[in-house]
């Protein structure tokens, strides 16, 4: 465990080095290794999973650097089990917070809305890691097959005060753009 920690650590280190190197502005958690990109005003829009151009620029800078960081290292690249993108949501719906800790139908029903949207958001940058013309770098060749995708919607925010009522008030307060936000995180094989 503590092995796995100080790998961490170190990968960490290199991908926040790399990022500033090409220019892109990352939360890195120094710990885990958990990238969530800086897209700048250039968030998914409500309700949409569809990636700006803007997005685009900054996942061909920082997908060649991540990769590297991961696959680059002969003696950390065989420990990585998994590459995941991990897709979020504001916890916003039709123009209000949502409760998850209601049973309401309204509640479910936007429950439901905001787990897939926030799926599909992490599919969509999948899909352009995927694209051989825009992300052609290297070690993509090891990323491609390490990729899984998945969805939390808004349901990692719990902590977050949900005594407004109104979605735009929350937004207000707490940045919804921000909370579309999309995790990489990769995972270490216990193995070797």
């Not at 969530?36 to 151009?53: P, T």
């Not at 991540?66 to 950390?76: A, D, H, I, R």
């Amino acid at each position: 465990a503590e092995a796995e920690l100080t790998a961490r650590k170190a990968i960490a280190d290199e991908i926040k080095k790399g990022f500033k190197g090409v220019g892109v502005k990352a939360d890195i958690d120094m710990e885990s290794g958990d990238v969530v990109l800086d897209f700048g005003n250039a968030y998914f829009e409500n309700n949409s999973a569809d990636l700006k151009e803007d997005m685009r620029k900054v996942l061909q800078k920082a997908m060649p650097v991540y990769s590297k960081s991961l696959f680059g290292n002969s003696k950390v690249s065989e420990k990585i089990s998994a590459v995941e993108v991990i897709g979020f949501a504001s916890p916003t719906y039709q123009g209000r917070v949502v409760d998850p800790y209601s049973n309401k139908p309204q509640d479910l029903a936007a429950i439901k809305y905001n787990m897939d949207l926030s799926y599909k958001r992490a599919k969509s940058i999948f899909n352009y890691l995927l694209d051989g013309k825009d992300m052609n770098f290297a070690y993509h060749q090891n990323l491609v097959p390490a990729l899984k995708v998945s969805g939390r919607s808004f349901l990692d925010l719990m902590k977050s005060d949900r005594t407004i009522a109104s979605a735009e008030d929350y937004c207000k307060k707490n940045d919804c753009k921000k909370s579309q936000r999309v995790i990489i995180r990769f995972n270490m094989d216990n193995k070797k």
